[in-house]
C-alpha cells in the first residue's frame, strides 16, 4: 500500500511539470519611441521591434491607437519562437505640436495587453515661427 501511495504521490508533482502548456512571450527592444523635433509633415513612421522568447507561435490579435492620429500596423502571421517582428506606427505630422501616445497591443503572449507609447514634438512649419 505504501508503494502504491508513493507512486501516487510522485505522480501529483511530475506529471503537472511535465504537461506545462507552451507560451508565447512578447519582448520589446523598447516600448517608447522618442521622435524628438521632427519638422511639420515629415515622415511619421517608426517601428517598434520585439522578439518571441516564448516557446509557441506568437499572434498579435490586435493593436490600437489613443488617437486617430496615430495608425500601428501589426504582423498578420504568427511570429514563431525566437523570431523577431514589429509594430509599424504612423503618426500624423501634420499636427503640430506635442506628441504623447498610447499604442495597445493584443496578443496570446503570457502578458497579454501591452502598452507602447510615442513621444516627440512636431514643429510649426516656416512660415508659422
Do not use: H, W
Not at 506628441?99 to 502578458?111: F, P
Request: glycine share 6%.
Amino acid at each position: 500500500m505504501n508503494k502504491i501511495i508513493t507512486v501516487f504521490l510522485v505522480a501529483m508533482f511530475v506529471i503537472p511539470t511535465v504537461a506545462q502548456e507552451k507560451v508565447a512571450k512578447i519582448e520589446f527592444k523598447s516600448d517608447v519611441i522618442d521622435y524628438g523635433q521632427i519638422e511639420n509633415g515629415s515622415d511619421g513612421v517608426r517601428v517598434f521591434e520585439f522578439t518571441n522568447t516564448g516557446d509557441a507561435p506568437l499572434v498579435i490579435s490586435r493593436v490600437y491607437s489613443s488617437c486617430g492620429c496615430t495608425i500601428p500596423k501589426k504582423p498578420e502571421a504568427p511570429i514563431l519562437p525566437g523570431q523577431n517582428g514589429e509594430i509599424q506606427v504612423k503618426y500624423d505630422t501634420k499636427r503640430t505640436g506635442p506628441i504623447r501616445k498610447t499604442i495597445t497591443v493584443n496578443s496570446n503572449a503570457t502578458e497579454t495587453t501591452k502598452a507602447l507609447k510615442i513621444k516627440g514634438e512636431v514643429m510649426p512649419p516656416e512660415e508659422e515661427k
